[in-house]
């Protein structure tokens, strides 16, 4: 098994902690370990054959420092020029493992991602691997426990085969209210996590025949040396990455593909896509209120509030539903059910040219 971990993203909606330099899964979110070595070392009792992280030229020095503490295991660090979404990023991994092995199987996980139970985690993988033997694409679907709205959904046969999975009919992009409750109801829609079971020469062969472009590009690079990251490689990715365009793998390839299937997944699993998100991962005190590195918080009739304090003393009076992110240059003071409109203050703060806020 070779697992390829994603690490390249942005992390906008965790601002002001998130920064480009140092984006969501290179941070300590709960305390202690970042999310990033926290999905490395979930998949290690696995005894991976090797481990690929995919990250960018602006992250890759901090993501090869996280990983230090693991170099006695095989662990390479790919350094995208620029971000293309993921469907490159997964086709330059599965390029890198099929010149080895063509059926090697190939686990693609996020690297920002939490998850409570890791023993049912790599359980689910495994099943999702025999799956995976004959030719399918695997997919890990969620099964909802609300009707969430800010989800892709994957729609499933109403007949589960054998092996405990179900193929899949079609995709559903995030939905509004009224049908996310419908998906709910049915029963047979799952949430799109995002993580990938295949073997290597499985989805290079999708990718030709829905991305020839970009499998064009990727059997034209000069993959000769040893080591499964040869030396010289990534100029001639730069060089490709400027002739491609961006485009997700489900859009690219999982939409398109006939053999795909979904293997339900039930381990406590969030994708933390927002501040207002680890309120779900992170138990609240009494009055509902989540705090991280707030020093000795002084809350006065408030409650539901998330507060990361920075290592300052932070005291809130009367407030409700708020998130207070507190950093050493900038503070974030936003109502929680508008948590995922952060992305909006980064996105001013480019417009402006305030760069050393970014």
């Known amino acids: 098994m ?9 992390g906008t909606r965790f601002w002001p902690l998130s920064r480009r330099r140092q984006p969501k899964q290179l941070m300590s979110v709960f305390g202690g370990k970042s999310m990033l070595q926290r999905t490395v070392e979930r998949i290690l009792p696995l005894q991976p054959r090797r481990i690929l992280v995919v990250t960018n030229v602006l992250q890759a020095v901090e993501t090869a420092r996280q990983l230090e503490y693991l170099q006695d295991r095989p662990i390479d660090v790919i350094a995208e020029p620029e971000g293309r979404n993921t469907a490159p990023a997964i086709g330059l991994a599965a390029a890198l493992i099929a010149r080895h092995d063509p059926a090697a199987m190939m686990v693609v996980l996020p690297a920002d991602h939490y998850i409570r139970d890791e023993e049912e985690f790599r359980t689910v993988l495994l099943r999702a691997q025999a799956a995976a033997r004959q030719g399918a694409l695997m997919m890990l679907g969620i099964r909802p426990d609300r009707p969430e709205t800010g989800y892709g959904y994957i729609e499933a046969g109403k007949n589960m085969r054998a092996d405990g999975t179900y193929p899949v009919t079609r995709f559903a992009e995030k939905p509004p209210l009224a049908k996310a409750l419908e998906f709910l109801a049915a029963g047979n829609f799952f949430w799109n996590s995002g993580m990938f079971v295949w073997q290597a020469g499985s989805i290079l062969a999708e990718m030709e025949k829905h991305m020839p472009e970009l499998h064009t590009g990727l059997m034209q690079l000069d993959y000769s040396g ?11 990715v730069a060089a490709l990455y400027r002739g491609i ?9 999982m939409e398109k593909a006939k053999n795909v299937g979904v293997i339900p997944g039930e381990f406590g699993w969030s994708d933390v896509g927002s501040w207002r998100a680890i309120s779900e991962v992170i138990a609240p005190d009494e009055a509902g209120n989540v705090l991280i590195e707030a020093g000795n918080p002084v809350l006065i009739d408030s409650r539901g509030c998330l507060v990361h304090g920075g290592g300052k003393l932070v005291a809130l009076i009367g407030a409700e539903d708020l998130i207070v992110i507190n950093t050493g240059d900038a503070l974030l003071v936003c109502a929680k059910e508008r948590s995922q409109e952060v992305k909006q203050v980064v996105e001013e703060l480019e417009r402006r040219g305030l760069a050393e806020y970014l």
């Open 2 to 10: 070779y697992v390829v971990i994603l690490a390249g993203g942005a």
């Open 226 to 236: 040893e080591a499964l990251v040869p030396a010289g490689l990534l100029p001639q």
């Open 245 to 253: 365009k961006s485009q997700s793998i489900d859009y690219g390839v």
